[in-house]
Structure formats: structure tokens, C-alpha cells
């Protein structure tokens, strides 16, 4: 559904004064005294809703629209104007976005855009905001402006530097010991970015690479797979995967085994940090380090981080969609967050101001404060490496309480260490 | 020429001149952002039933050619920068080589059987464009648009003048082809291939040529979409969406005469961009899915078949 | 990086995930094979049948092969409506059926795909068994319990359809109507009824191939794509028609992807599986066991 409108609350002495606003905006000359506060604020997006990116996109669609729908209960922006949204499907292609992000600029005319959810629908649109001078809050794409340079773009997730993802990673492998590294990556475009920075941080620091392969997407048996990777004797194995894939490579490991001297396994799995899957896979989660966004974990919490997560866990249910809602949801929050933090302190929708706060200062938003370097993305790296433990099967609730998942980087959010090697954390 | 050629082309020239006043006109950039796509959509339905339609062979590789195409574009604008119209150009001269590869294929197969060789063919291609680093690989690849040229003033406005063009064009091959020797020949060879071989129709030059005009006017039209998108990566390229669709466009406007694409590719072009900025979810797949089975099912010979039928009209196609 | 071993245990793998790509085409085998309707829609069939599985198991904690067998007889069902169909809007009118009777099964399949993310959400799912998650050990080599499954459902459901294609009164009737449908009408007997029933079984054996596809790995509503390619792939290569073909050949595919996925560079597995079927294709049209010449 396009357009949606926030639920009714119940009514307050603000809904009475819009109403009667409403019924003054009737009259002609009432119209234009009421104008500029009525007219609402519309913020324009694509969303994947269908095809591969839909469990990603709707969770994080709907912590935009918790979002939008308390900026509206506290009387909205610029003195009473509320939040509209309006949102399409792009069907997790790059061949429907420059379409839908040109009916949002010239037909609807929106006063704001934000950027569909992942890379590949993004990528199309960078071009156009650029030479359009609009300003674009990015969400969860990878590397996308590094090309383009658009000085107007803002990438909510905490990526930061392209290459942090594998030095972290390689930081925790090396430290537990690990002298080689095995890399298996999915054979798309995600996992490819990935696994080049991985390929370059080993490089750099002359870890050797025992086994390097990509697999093709819809690679349904990972054993014999796992079992040359296996074979190759890695210390540190990274694996950079999508979410299919994700749980086959763990199921193949857990039948097949992969070796005592690893030390540390996973990286960067997409997939693993969706409560469906984490769910399914169970205690064969335990063991891996993977990178992920956000965690019940003391440190992760935020002024307004816990209220949120209240009104997510409550609607995701009706909607259908990720139960836990950690991975993406706060941080289309927290977007928002951002956006309106920018527009109280310019006190208007113009487009280069609000860009220039948002570069120039830190925001707090409920995934903890967020400071922007020159290419748009996060100053520093606040990609979490977290350790799986003591999981159970069958149980989606286990992973509400803290401990389940260790984080183990950055530093300042640490609330445990790595458990190496790999076997004994898997017990 | 016949007052039906006359007709045809003043149409042509008539709708060729409204799509550059447009450009000229128009302000507001979204008609041509989604008016691109429907374009795109007939000129790849009208060239999907010169083979599909005319010959009967039902062709599943319409993305790989539409991929190919996108991709000699991009490798065309990394390697040397080339212009808009080499890219075209190249892809349809691809295109022409993949079409008698695809020919020749033809030659031992039949029916079903070719479909599912050109899924194969698909697949293979696909994965080999995925593997080739140089043109971004799985990674996917963004190009930078050149300075756009006069009399335009911006490039999608030019891209949609282009894609008008290779509509002109495709549907002008594709009358043509219709109510030549070719097309009468390719009707001969659908109905019964055997029959027409024995009654001397040279069906495997006819096929060859239908497989190498329907080809490479599949890849010119994917060529401008590396522009167009400015982006490249092979599972968006070589997506299944444009096999089906096309299929889906051409069937529901009916394969008995070159405007049945046009009509069916007009039709379901634009619910469909109306559907992505109204409904805009699952509902968007549904819709397609319960057109084309209705369709199938209510009207066998397309749109082209409802309007014949309703002028009570029972003759066979003559234009 | 060569090794006697991991070539070893690449041809095993390959040919228990060969098994499992048999059992998900032998219902394609028997309707698309033996009675040339171009089911496109195979696949989906598969994906709502895994879904059914899957409800069965995390609702009613059924074993996913047990649900599977449940559910047969539903989808027995649904293959004589689907049939009856089929037949109705296209076979009755003649010709051209074929190019039709792909784009309606491309409907049906959206169709399918799409209610099934109305019922279930876009999430993957997946079931629970003792079978899922452990291994044999069988010296060196460990096979997941999985894959054995699939290799004894494989040859279980290849026998009996092979048994009851040859030694039944009504499978060498389907035969027989795939052989020569105006003789058997000479014979006095239904040839339409025969089909429909036919269909019936393979749409059918789809209910315990679906368990099959979610015991292997997690599904998700739009994974009938990926399958498309896979399931044709076999049952041309096969040649169409024959049980016993479909499995070894689908052996042959299974063996070929993942010694490529072992060996030699993963990410062309695909390729090589397609290239194969258009060798196939070229040099023996009629398929490695065909029935036709």
C-alpha cells in the first residue's frame, strides 16, 4: 500500500485544532492563512515490498513509519506541519527506481527523499539526486556514492570506511591466533564488494588465502563445498553470503565440520540477523561471529531505544514481518531521527542547509550517535562483530534477552570475548 | 506504395514528431522515465513476435538479449566511451550473431524444446557476464552519462526519443516482414514446418532471418538501458521479468498481426507502471499473473482476436 | 588444488543431490513427459507444497515426509481440477496450445507465489526433523542424514512410478495415450479421462517432492524460479517420459554441478549444468532415454 495514513489515535486537544484548522482551510480566505501549517510534510521512497529484499524492506519501512507516526502525535515539524510518507514497490530491481524517484520529484513533488533499502535499487538513483542537487538519506546500501560523489547523501547504516567490515573481522581472527584465511562468497553483488575489501585488508597484511571461491546464487548443497573449504585448513574463515544461502552453509557445517584449527567463522552472512532465520537455524548458530546492526546487548541502548522496540514488536506481528526487527527497523528510525533533527535546527526544508547540518554535526538517534564523513557515509565503523552462544532451538523469544549474541567489536559497545576456537564455542 | 503504407508511415512520422515536440515541450521528467519503459516494453514485444509470433517459435531468452545488449553498452562505454548510437549499433550487431546462433539451433529443435534451449542459453550467458570482472561482474558496474546533446536538454528525454525510434523501427520490420514473402512463408512454417519444407518454402533461411532480425533488435533495445539506468548488474539485467512480460504482452495483444504487440505491450506496460506508483505490492505480481491467465483462457488469439471477432470479421489476417 | 578425496566426495554429494533433483522433476517427468503439457507452474506447485509442509510441521509438529504423504491426496486433487482446466481452455481448442498453455502456467505460477506471501510473509522457512542437521560418517566422508532421505524417497518414488507406468492397467493406459491418443480412443477408451488422472499422480507426487525441497533447504515464496531451469533441465535431458531416465540423468546433473563447485571455479556450476543440456539438446534431441526418434 502506497500512501499510508497514520492510525487514529485517540484524540487530543492538537487533533481538535487541526480538525477545526481543517473546516477554517474550507473557506477560501481561511485556506491561505492555514496553508503553511497544514500542508504536511511528504517524504518520497521506494521500497521492496516484492521479490529477494522484501523481509529487509518492509521491516525497515515499518520503523520509518513508527517514526513518522510519533513526530505526528507530538504535533509534527516547522511548527505543526505532520509527516506524510509515500511510498512505492520497487520490486527489489534497479529497473523500477529512476522511474519512481522521477514521480516522486516532479509529480508528487515531494518535500524530501529517502533511498529504497539495499544498494541495487539505490545505485540507479544516485546519478539523478546529484544532478538534481537533492539532498538523499541512504539506507543500508553498500559503496554506493563512492563513484558518484554526491555531496548531499547520508547513509543511515553504521558501514563506515569501505574496509573496516574485513579488518574487523581479521582483528578477531588474528588475535585468537589466525595465520590463514578461507573466504566463500556468494556470487552477487553485496558478498562481492565484501569479499574484495577482504581480499584486500588479507593482502595488506599478508595473510595467506587458503581457499577463495564464489558460489552461484540458488547453490542449493553446500557439503561439498564446505568440505573443500575444509580441506584447505584455514584458521579464519570469512564468509560474506545471502540469506538463503546463509543457512545452508551453516546446516552443511554443522553435518560436515569444518576443521579445530578455525578460529573464527562467519563475518559477514546476510541473513542471520533476521528473527525467522535465527529461529530456524538454532543452536547451530552458536559459535559464529558475524557482523550485525543492532543487538539487545546493554550497550546498544539509547534514549528512545527501548520505546521503539516496544512499538515494533507489537506491530510487526500484525504485519506479518520480522518478529525482533533489530537489523534494519531502528535504523529507519533513526533516519528519520536524523532528518528531523536537521530540520528543526534549519527551520525550513531547504535542501543544502540541511544537508550541511547533517554533515557538520553529531545526531543522537536511537542506535547511538551519528557523525558523517565527507563521502556520506559513518564517520567511524559501528558494524558489530557478535559471537552466537548458548542458543537453543525453536525459540524466537531466547534472542530478546542479552547474551545470546557477545559483541565483540567496536570496543565501546564490547559486552564479552571471543570464545576460540570455533569448535568449543559451538558446545 | 499502398494506402495502407501510407497510412502506416504518416502515423509513424505523425507519432515520431509528437515524441520530439514532447521532448521539447515537456518539462516534467517523469513521463519520459516511465514512458521509456513502455516504449522498451513494445519495441521488445513487437521484435519478440517476429519470431514468436510469425515463425511460432516461443523464444524464454528475451532477457538474455536484453541483458547482452545492456551489456555491450557498458563494456563499450568503459573500454573506449563510446556514443549512444555505437552502443545500439553493437548491440544489435550481437544481437544479429546470438539470433543465428539461435537459428541454427532451430535446426534440431522444436516446439517446448526450443524454449527450454533458450533458458538454457539464458542461463549460460548470464553466468558468464557474471564472471567477467572487467564489466563489474556480480558486483554490478555504475556508468557515468556523457554530456547530453542538442536539441535535448536532458538525456532521458533523449533516450526517449531513441527508444521511439527503435519502435518505428521494429514495428516497420515487423509489418513489413508480415505482409512479404517472409511472413507468409513463416506462417507456412508454423502451421506445419514439415508441410511447408516439401512445398518448397526455404524454412531454414526463414528462420535463420527471423531469429537474427528478432535478435538483434532485442539487444538494440537493451543497449540504452545501460543508460538509462546508469547502473548495471547481471540479476537485474538478465531478469526473468522481461522474458515473461514480453511473452505476456505479446500473447495478450495477439501474435496474428504486428499491432497485436504494440496493443498487448501498451496495455500491460502502462497497468503495470500505474499499478508500481498506486497499489504498489504483492497485489502488482497478482495482477499479472490473473491478466495473463485471463487473458489465455478468455481471449486465445489476444486483443487482436476480441476486435476481429467483434466486427464478425472470421477472414484470415490480410492487412 | 586437486584431491582423490574431495573428488570422491564431490561425486557422492552429487550424486544424492542428483536424487533429489529426480524426485522434484519425476511429477514434471509424467506432465510434461508423458503428457507434453508445458507445466511452468511445476515449480510452484513444488514451493506451495513445501509451504504445506511446513504449516503441518511448526503448527502440528507432523515429520515434514509424513506431512508430505498427508498432504498427496490434496494435491492429488488439485491435479484433476488443474488438468480438467488445462484441458477445457486450451487442448479442446487445438492448435497453438503449447505457446498459450506456457504463458497460463506463468500466470498461475504469480498466482501461487504471491498468495503464498499473503499466507506466510516473505521470510524463508524451514522444518525440523531428528534427519536435519546431523551426518553419516562413513569413514572420511560424512553425508547429512538429509540428503540420504532424499536419495531413499528418490528411488522409492522412481520404482513405483515406474512399476505402475509398466504393471498397472492404468499407467500402461497413460502410456498408451501418450504413445497414441486416437488408437486408444478407437479402443473405446477415455484418453481425456486418462490424462486427467495422470496429472492427478504426478501433481500428487509433488506433495512429497515439496517435503523433500524443505528437508534439503529453507524455502521461500519465490524459489519456484530457480527451479524452473533445474526441472526442465532434467526431464529433456532425460528424454521424455522415462522414470528411470529422469533419475539418472538428474544423477548426471547433480553430479556434474557439484564436482564444478568443488573443483574447479564455484560460481560457473550454472553454466556448465545448461551447457550440458544444450549438448544434449543438439546432439540427441529425443533426450539420453527418449521415446521419441
Redesign the interface.
Known sequence: MSKKVSKPGSISRRRLLATAGAALAATPLGAKLVRAQQTPIRIGMSMPQ???L??GG?ASLLGIEIWRDDVNAKGGLLGGRKIELVVYDDKSSASETPAIYSKLIDVDKVDLLFAPYATVPTAPIMPMVKQRGLLLMGNFSFQVNSKVGHDMWFNNAPWGPADSWATSFLDIGQRAGGKSMALLAA?QEFAQNLAKTAREVAAKRNLPMVFD?????????F???I??LK??KPDIVYIASY??DS??IL??V????IGDNVKVFGGGMV?LQ????ME?MGS?LNGVVNYNTWLPEKSMYFEGTKEFFDKYTKRAVEA???PLGYYLAPFGYASGQLIAQAINAVGSLEQKALAKYLRENTHKTIVGPIAFSPDGERKETAVLQAQFRGVV??NMEQFRSSGKQVILFPENLKSGELIAPFEAARK | MTRNSIAFWTGSTVFLVAVFVMTQVVGNQYPFFAGYVILQFIALAVAWSIL?GYA?Y?NFGTSAFFGVGVYAAVFLVKAFGAPLPLQILAGAAIGALMGFALGL?TL??Q???F???T???T??I???I??WRYVGG?AGIQIQRPAVTAPFDNYVQMLFFVQALLVVLAVAISRYIQNSWIGRGLQALRDDELAAECTGVPTLRLKLLACVISGALMCAVGAPAAMYLQYADPASAFN?NYS?TT??MS?IGGTAHWSGPIIGAILLGTTQQLLTVTISS??N??V??????L???GA?EGIIGLIRKLRGDRKEGEV | ?F?F??LL??VV??VL?GC?YGAVSLGLSVS?GLLDV?HVAHPAFLVLASYAVYFLNEHYAVDPLVAGLLITPVFFLLGLVAYRLYYE??EK?GS?A???????F??????I??LI??Q???????V?ADY????WRLGDI????R?LVAFAVATALTVLLTLYLSRTFMGRAIRAVAQDQEALRLMGANPIKIKQWAFGIATAVLGIAGALLII???V?P??D??Y??RT??VV?MAGLGSMGGTLVAAIILGVAE?IV???F???????IS??M??GV??VR?QGLFGRRS
Open positions: 516484492t521479490g529477494g522484501a523481509g518492509k556470487d571461491q564464489a558460489y552461484p546464487p540458488n547453490t542449493v548443497e557439503s561439498s563445498i568440505r573443500a580441506a584447505a540469506p538463503p543457512a545452508g546446516r552443511a554443522n553435518e560436515i565440520g541473513g533476521f528473527g525467522a532465520v530456524n547451530l506479518k514481518i520480522d532451538d525453536k | 514468436g511460432g516461443v539451433l534440431r529443435m516446439g517446448i524444446f524454449s527450454i534451449a533458458i538454457a542459453l542461463i549460460i548470464e553466468t558468464t557474471t564472471n556480480a526473468l515473461v511473452l505476456a500473447l504483492e497485489v505480481v497478482l499479472l499473473g490473473l491478466m495473463l491467465v487473458f489465455v483462457v486465445p | 588444488m584431491s578425496d574431495l566426495d564431490a554429494i552429487g543431490l533429489f510434461f508445458p481452455t486450451f481448442r497453438d503449447a505457446v498459450r498453455g506456457i504463458a497460463f506463468f500466470g498461475v505460477a504469480f498466482i507465489e504471491v506471501i499473503l506466510f510473509g516473505v521470510d524463508q522457512r524451514s525440523t536435519i542437521g546431523r551426518a560424512r553425508i547429512p542424514y540428503l534439503v533447504a529453507p521461500d519465490t524459489l524460479r530457480a524452473i531451469g526442465f533441465c529433456v557439484t563447485l568443488t573443483m571455479g564455484a560460481s560457473w556450476a550454472p553454466a545448461f551447457a543440456l544444450l539438446l543438439a534431441p
